[in-house]
């Protein structure tokens, strides 16, 4: 049986927080590395399991006053949009800490259309939820379905359901993104 080692533990609260001072110094280029193949893999299986059409990861800047796409599936060139932590509805969720789902998204005053623009689409819904390093607020995962133009026909919609998914996805993030840090402060090769 696995149990807590003695000699290890009487220094878990230094690694505690190294770890917190570790995950609110992470910037945006730096976070790029830390997700690595099984994060990538995991936001492409959670995509294909709420057919959303794009998925992305938001992650503050220091000051946290923007929000920068650290990594978006299928759309590299979304990489790098930044957008004011106090604009939009990713914005909305970063600031209330909740997770949101909304269908008709384009309808919503609350949504910034400059990413829509940008992209030459329409976002009818839309999934964000809070993402956590170390349980520290640090950005936010959306997940979006689009469609061409708004006089098109709405995709499905999201779910409850996608929803559960989106903040399971969050959790599992945040312990990969964990993990890949400890490991580096440790200095262990696992």
Known sequence: MIAPDPTISEHAALIERRLTQAATSINPDEFKGLIGDPGLSVLRSAME???????????????????????????????????????????LVFASEQPLCENRVYLNKEHSKRADEMMGQTTCAMI???????????????????????EAADPEGFSARCLNRM????????????????????????
């Open 128 to 150: 964000a939820t809070p993402f956590y390093i170390a349980g520290t607020l640090r950005g936010v995962i959306s997940a979006v379905q689009l469609k061409e133009n708004e």
């Open 167 to 190: 903040t399971r996805l969050s959790t599992v993030m945040e312990r990969l993104i964990n993990y890949r840090l400890l490991t580096t402060l440790l200095d262990l090769e696992i």
């Open 49 to 91: 399991c709420i057919k959303a059409d794009s998925i992305s990861v938001w992650l503050a800047d220091i000051d946290q006053q923007n929000l920068v796409v650290t990594h978006s599936e299928p759309d590299h060139a979304f990489i790098g949009w930044e957008q004011s932590s106090s604009e939009g509805l990713t914005a």
